[in-house]
């Protein structure tokens, strides 16, 4: 079955800087685009960035362009999202999930990891 | 920048009733771009609707999708007690793919 698990979330200060990775299993990764999105406390779903199945494309968010980076380890059957600058607004879940791109839905989302950024 | 209005933000009913949960965007959405999410309180969302009116795998029949253009719907034709959660419209574009989602509908027990 498809699993998507992500790691790397924690406490940071602002203005710091933090990597998430997304370990997926259970379908051939290389061959789905996979997105980012996240889930501030209390608050509805705001889609981050996403990548292509290889790699060769990538977009973001307004909110995030310039400061974030999607990648992808498809030897690895990982996903990564680096996140720069960090405000107090980035503190959410983040999510992982299995994009189906020629259709624009996503069907599978990970558990989420979260991020606190925080003085 | 296309913008997800949903209607109600909050919707109260029964089990066993009919709910219709609403979700308008700013201009014209390619409807095989439109899904529906729910999501559990402490869990990640779920697929249940995408290209406006196909159910995703495992969702029971009494979810329904609907609409065109600006309008668009979710019904729940018989309310489980499993069915309260909040949900979610989404709506991707083309050319750049960028994806946004209503800020949500919450369905309570009445």
């Known amino acids: 079955q498809v699993q998507l698990v992500e790691s790397g979330g924690g406490v940071v200060r602002p203005g710091r800087s933090l990597r998430l990775s997304c370990a997926a299993s259970g379908f051939t990764f290389g061959s789905y685009g996979m997105h980012w999105v996240r889930q501030a406390p209390g608050k509805g779903l705001e889609w981050v960035a996403v990548i292509w199945y290889d790699g060769s494309n990538k977009y973001y968010d307004d909110s995030v362009k310039g400061r974030f980076t999607i990648s992808r380890d498809n030897s690895k059957n990982t996903l990564y999202l680096q996140m720069n600058s960090l405000t107090t607004e980035d503190t959410a879940v983040y999510y992982c999930?299995?994009?189906?791109?020629?259709?624009?839905?996503?069907?599978?989302w990970g558990q989420g990891t979260l991020v606190s950024v925080s003085s | 920048e296309i913008v997800l209005t949903q209607s109600p933000g909050t919707l109260s009913l029964s089990p066993g009733e009919r709910a219709t949960l609403s979700c308008r965007a700013s201009?014209?959405?390619?409807?095989?771009?439109l899904a529906w999410y729910q999501q559990k309180p402490g869990q990640a969302p779920r697929l249940l609707i995408y290209g406006a009116s196909s159910r995703a795998t495992d969702i029971p029949d009494r979810f329904s999708g609907s609409g065109s253009g600006t309008d668009f719907t979710l019904t729940i034709s018989r309310l489980d007690p499993e069915d309260f959660a909040v949900y979610y419209c989404q709506q991707s574009g083309t050319s750049p793919p960028m994806y946004t989602f209503g800020q949500g509908t919450k369905l309570e027990i009445k």
């Open positions: 999930a299995r994009g189906r791109l020629l259709r624009g839905f996503i069907d599978y």
């Open positions: 201009q014209s959405v390619n409807s095989n771009y």
